[in-house]
């Protein structure tokens, strides 16, 4: 990675730099380490990038700053909104056009073909975060699109015109008197039939370990939750149908059962509400619930084995 060193501190067994992104002007540090320490003795390596991790996270909360976890999910958040605005103001689908609004936004797309050069995938950046289309949401995917597009440009309802009585030429034979009858002076009314009102919620009863929990959902969000919805690779007991209950309980507020629901399928190794989760007053439910959804599949990851550093 090219870029700027600003500090460089030399000890006798470990080089450490902070060092300036050439493209973004993103800190971060650059770290040389001897597995040998002043002792003699030989470090042990093992999951060495996780324990790094560790100890970045560690760093991070010691000086009050964002873990990159934090960043990453803001960033993906930000992204999927910017996608689903896109395609809401595209009078007609067009990927081009697609991909151009998102770069004009700042995002880097790196569109895949394969031999045929149909398009199978792509992935957006921003700074140092790149995501997956799928990552993003299945709706974003490249096979998705189309129909997403769809979905947020519904055709209009087409009206039937009754065709109009047809002229009839009157006859040249003459013709015969016939008397009239007699008719009520009352007009028959009809009965209206009222359409059937659709209803905007959808209830689901979530089994939970610490008890029932009735859920109500918008229509306009369940989606989210029911096609959405991933299960983390490493969590081989969890279903997905787990994690879209327990992203709908956080949508509601359940935070503890949604918090015991993970946990019980091989969570609890990802992140996990903080005090004050829920929806702001002026947060879109849409995105307030895909927002539930990322915390959901954090909370699937499994836990780790945390291993303590060697001098």
Known sequence: MTGRTFKMKVWKQWTLSL??????????????CCRVDLDGNTNDVHDIHKRAMMAAEIINMRHGWKQPKEIRDMRNEEIADFCEYTLRNMQEFDIDFYFKMLRMKGYE???????????VGYTIGKNASVFKASEIGRRFM?????????????????????PA???????????????????????????RVQAKPVPS?????????????????????????????????????????????????????????????????GGGGGSVPESGWGKKDDKD????????????????????????FHR
């Not at 992104?21 to 650059?30: A, E, I, V, W």
């Not at 002229?167 to 003459?174: A, D, E, G, Q």
């Not at 619930?289 to 836990?303: E, Q």
């Open 165 to 191: 009585s047809p002229t009839v030429t009157p006859s040249s034979r003459p013709s015969r008197h016939v008397t009239p009858k007699p008719t009520s002076t009352q007009t028959k009314v009809q009965p």
């Open 109 to 119: 797309v790196t569109p895949r073909y394969d031999k045929s050069k149909k398009l």
């Open 285 to 308: 439910e849409r995105a307030f619930a895909r927002r539930c959804l990322l915390m959901a599949h954090s909370m699937y990851k499994p836990k780790t084995v945390k291993r303590g």
């Open 142 to 162: 490249a096979s998705q699109l189309e129909a997403t597009w769809k979905k947020l440009h519904p055709a209009p309802t087409q009206v039937r015109v009754k």
């Open 19 to 32: 060092h300036s992104d050439s493209k973004s002007g993103t800190l971060h540090l650059h770290m040389d």
């Open 201 to 265: 919620f959808t209830s689901f009863n979530i089994e939970t370990p610490i008890g029932n929990k009735a859920v109500v959902i918008p229509n306009s969000v369940k989606d989210i939750f029911l096609k959405e919805a991933q299960v983390p690779e490493d969590n081989d007991t969890a279903t997905v149908e787990n994690v879209a209950h327990t992203a709908m309980l956080l949508f509601a507020g359940y935070i503890d059962a949604a918090t015991s629901l993970s946990e019980s399928c």
